[in-house]
T-cell receptor, first 116, second 116 residues
């Protein structure tokens, strides 16, 4: 069974540009999460989808970040326009929804974003 | 709000030594889950273990063992007879099931280097 995949693995852009990160969850997983680790700090929650619906986007830093999950399959996270402080590693995770909030999240390899 | 503290930023040990990674958590909830994830140089977060708040039994898996103590709010991780392949960043995490999903709070990670 394929794990969570993320694309690209590394992106280098200039301040002001736009970048779109993609996450493909484990097949059959309804829950999809985005996290971010900035400058060696802790990994922080950004948002959570159940299928195509955003359940919790309380961790999104500001309105320059837009996440979508059309059709409830893969998800994209767009940063527009990117700022220097957006540099970090963006992780995606997925879990199977059993409705109890108890399932383990399985993480992808992350996308390392560098904003120059 | 919940918090996870991993006071050890970096640890270096010589191969075959035992090493313990500390994790202290804070939460007011009585139902919660604790996790350990491993991040090898390849970047992905590898799930190691999940423990719920009602199960204080220690667990052993090969060279890995975990000591969960609610009295001290700690969930420490010990690697016995460390190997070079154990070199990685290890994250301790806490989640509170809410509304059928989890929002995971991570510690800042402990970088373990095992020297041959």
């Amino acid at each position: 069974e394929a794990g969570v995949t993320q694309f690209p693995s590394h992106s280098v852009i200039e301040k002001g540009q736009t970048v779109t990160l993609r996450c493909d969850p484990i097949s059959g997983h309804d829950n999809l999460y985005w996290y971010r680790r900035v400058m060696g700090k802790e990994i922080k929650f950004l948002l959570h989808f159940v299928k195509e619906s955003k359940q919790d986007e309380s961790g999104m830093p500001n309105n320059r970040f837009l996440a979508e999950r059309t059709g409830g399959t893969y998800s994209t996270l767009k940063v527009q326009p990117a700022e220097l402080e957006d540099s970090g590693v963006y992780f995606c995770a997925s879990s199977h929804d059993r409705g109890w909030g108890t399932d383990t999240q399985y993480f992808g390899p992350g996308t390392r974003l560098t904003v120059l | 709000a919940q918090k996870v503290t991993q006071a050890q930023t970096e640890i270096s040990v010589v191969e075959k030594e035992d090493v313990t990674l500390d994790c202290v958590y804070e939460t007011r909830d009585t139902t919660y889950y604790l996790f350990w994830y491993k991040q090898p140089p390849s970047g992905e977060l590898v799930f190691l273990i999940r423990r719920n708040s009602f199960d204080e039994q220690n667990e052993i898996s090969g060279r890995y063992s975990w000591n969960f103590q609610k009295s001290t709010s700690s969930f420490n991780f010990t690697i016995t007879a460390s190997q070079v392949v154990d070199s990685a960043v290890y994250f301790c995490a806490l989640s509170l099931p809410s509304g059928g999903y989890q929002k995971v709070t991570f510690g800042t990670g402990t970088k373990l280097q095992v020297i041959p």
